[in-house]
């Protein structure tokens, strides 16, 4: 098992910037992949961005590219989103989610953050 534990989110004026952090416990951290994901209020969840098990590979949504760095610490099991030039549209509950393999299904999720993006 992995547990996950999101904080960072709140509340943010358009522009602004916020960095999210995922605390990981249990399992080997360094094993997993980690993605970021996120769900607005009457929409589905959507992927947001995601990194290797070594941090040597970034992948990001379309919506988000340029915006968000996603990082990690496999000293400090921890992942990280940094959040730049926030919009509105990126108000949502954000979730970090582990998986082992790269293209597998994401096993382990956490609880979620709140970011709120004022206009």
């Known amino acids: 098992q992995v547990q996950l534990v999101e904080s960072g989110g709140g509340l943010v004026q358009a522009g602004g910037s916020l960095r999210l952090s995922c605390a990981a416990s249990?399992?080997?951290?360094?094993?997993?992949?980690m993605g970021w994901f996120r769900q607005a209020p009457g929409k589905l969840r959507e992927f947001v961005a995601r990194?290797?098990?070594?941090?040597?590979?970034?992948y990001y949504a379309d919506s988000v590219k340029g915006r968000f760095t996603i990082s990690r610490d496999n000293a400090k099991n921890t992942v990280y989103l940094q959040m730049n030039s926030l919009k509105p549209e990126d108000t949502a509950v954000y979730y970090c989610a582990a998986r082992k393999a790269a293209l597998s299904v994401y096993d382990y999720w956490g609880q979620g953050t709140q970011v709120t993006v004022s206009s």
């Open positions: 249990g399992r080997t951290f360094s094993n997993y992949n």
């Open positions: 990194i290797t098990w070594s941090g040597g590979s970034t």
